[in-house]
């Protein structure tokens, strides 16, 4: 996948576009008022490998709690404002690093030239977030009206002279959202925020996202990630990790590979493959943002026989193929022990633990 360049903006410490990593960010869920919840939420999410945070800002208590928030957090903070531009201004005043507007119910050119006049006095980017919920213009596509309701909105943010622009065009279709974004970068510089909106609960909502973020990643679109679920922030960070992994864009550390056992599998292979994960999982932990140095990162393979487990843990850096009650580890391609069952866990670990030594 080749990467399509765009103009680079910061939020907060956090790159986006031009070159930068493709980053990580999610949502709280909780009341933004609730300041000691709020806080809670996104250092857990923090924790998981969040790299910037938004929060919904729906009245001017929630405006405020910004500035009490940002003294407790380490993440660049995002405002999400609907309906009322003067939330905007006051998130800005309070300490927001970047404002999310919604081109759908903050439209009027005078009320978006107060908060742009203000993000440039305090140097913030302004996020255009499009939503096929709530899209004005519903003559064309859906897609096609995300697009043109971006265009021109950028187009009143660029009379100003401001460019520090990200732009996001979500609808809870995968295919309209990945051609509402592939058409919007054939036309424009800014980066782009990637997410399905209103994906789903979190099996389904994976699938979405991973389907409809995957795609447009795969073709060198996008510059920064929300997984969208209805459930745990949690879960949206780890999946919006392991979607940057597949792809190879980004490194969190160990992939496991695993077979998903069948009758010949003489082993309980579930088992073993949760402890390792498991114990590499509370390993990670104790890294900060639960990422692994790079020295740490390798490929594990688990698999239940014969037929593709020597390949696979051959292929791996470091790999078991089990037989009837036992396993062969390969280390780096060589076969270097046969292990009974009881023993495999212990022994895999044994060996990750030397393997950069
Ligand atoms: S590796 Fe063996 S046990 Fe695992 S799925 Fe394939 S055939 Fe079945």
Do not use: W
């Amino acid at each position: 996948m080749e990467k399509i360049m765009k103009r680079q903006i910061k939020v907060g410490n956090i790159k986006i576009g031009g070159g930068a990593p493709v980053s990580i960010q999610s949502m709280t869920k909780t009341d933004t008022r609730d300041i000691p919840g709020t806080i809670r939420q996104i250092k857990e999410l923090e924790k998981s490998g969040c790299e910037i945070i938004r929060v919904a800002i729906k009245d001017l208590e929630a405006a405020r709690a910004i500035k009490a928030i940002k003294r407790k957090i380490n993440l660049p903070l995002v405002a999400d404002i609907h309906f009322d531009y003067r939330l905007a201004l006051r998130a800005i005043e309070n300490g927001a690093d970047k404002i999310r507007l919604n081109p759908g119910n903050i439209y009027k050119e005078d009320e978006i030239k107060e908060v742009v006049k203000l993000a440039k006095k305090r140097k913030i980017p302004i996020r255009v977030g499009a939503n096929s919920g709530s899209i004005r213009d519903k003559g064309k596509s859906a897609a096609e009206s995300m697009v043109k309701s971006a265009i021109d909105y950028i187009k009143i943010l660029e009379r100003m002279d401001f460019y520090d622009i990200i732009v996001s065009l979500k609808a809870s279709s995968v295919l309209s959202t990945i051609e509402a974004y592939k058409l919007f970068s054939k036309k424009s510089k800014y980066p782009l925020h990637l997410g399905v909106t209103a994906a789903g609960p979190v099996s389904t909502g994976i699938v979405k996202s991973s389907i409809g973020i995957g795609a447009l990643l795969l073709d060198g679109i996008g510059d920064t990630i929300r997984v969208s679920l209805t459930g745990d922030p949690v879960e949206e960070v780890i999946a919006a990790k392991n979607i940057l992994q597949a792809l190879e864009l980004r490194n969190f550390g160990p992939e496991i590979i695993s077979c998903p056992t069948c009758g010949r599998c003489q082993v309980d292979l579930q088992s073993i493959a949760e402890q390792i994960s498991s114990r590499l999982k509370a390993q990670g932990s104790r890294e900060k943002y639960n990422l692994f140095p790079r020295a740490l990162s390798f490929k594990i393979a688990v698999m239940g026989c014969e037929v593709n487990g020597p390949g696979e843990a051959k292929e791996a850096d470091i790999g078991i193929a089990c037989g009837k009650g036992t396993g062969v580890i390969f280390k780096k391609g060589k076969l270097i022990k046969r292990v009974k069952e009881k023993d495999i866990v212990k022994e895999l670990l044994k060996n990750i633990t030397t393997l950069h030594l």
